[in-house]
């Protein structure tokens, strides 16, 4: 009985410390949710749970940058750049909105592919080497100097199509757009803060959409637990790679990416 509890305490904390922390950092939460029962031996929970788990990350995210949206949202209302102390101008909102449409039409696309054949173990594994070297790459490469202020609308596009690419498990959102981000020429630490804004609609839209499911699955004390993990890991995940990238690069998400990208061929072509 008390493993048995445990157990229902553990796997929603376990999925929601992997969601929040694969959804900022650029490693791939949908690499890593996927790969997280085809090792621990797990049950897939459920839609409805992974509703539970992209909730507890839009908490995160908007509890984090709460106050950078009511800036960006009264800029657009008022029409003019705020003088002063503002980080953004009165396009960053349409920029936002620019950024996030290749996302939302690949999503519709593919999204019975990315349910079935983009969940490839072989294919998650390149994608997460792959998609690491880019990173690594452009974190090197990259000389950026811009803030989000210096955001142009042919940026905010080239930005939109990375994420796209974030339908194929092993890429990660995150992972690139903030590689879009580097190569046209953000810093390091705002082509992150430009990535983590662009999350809260797709993450909001995604959300929204299967709510449905997860109001017909039932709110239990597993999904409760989900949520708080996943926002509570979610959010501590942007603060301190915000910090992190003070002083570092991205280096150490490649080599992660790549350790993990050969265990995972490893186990599936020997075991």
Partial sequence: MFFNFMLHFIQPVVFGLVQGIGEFLPISSTAHLI?????????????????????????????????????????????????????????TLYFLIVATVPAVIFGLLFEKKAETIFRSLPLIAVTLIVAGAVLYWADKKSKGQKDVTGITWKDAIIIGLSQALAIIPG????????????????????AARFSFLLSTPIIAGAAILKLPDLIKGGINSTIIIAILSSAFFGYLAIKYLLKFLEKFGYGIFFWYRLMLGMIVLLVYYFK
């Avoid at 890429?171 to 705002?190: D, E, H, P, V, Y």
């Fill in 171 to 190: 890429f990660s959102r995150s992972g690139t757009t903030i590689t879009a981000g580097l190569f046209c020429g953000l810093n390091k630490i705002n």
């Fill in 35 to 91: 790969l997280l029962p085809a090792f621990t031996g797990w049950e897939d929970p459920g839609l409805s749970f992974d509703v539970a788990l992209h909730l507890g990350t839009l908490i995160a995210v908007v509890a984090f940058f709460w106050k950078d949206w009511l800036e960006i949202l009264s800029s657009a209302w008022a029409g003019f750049k705020k003088e002063g102390g503002s980080s953004f101008k009165k396009e």
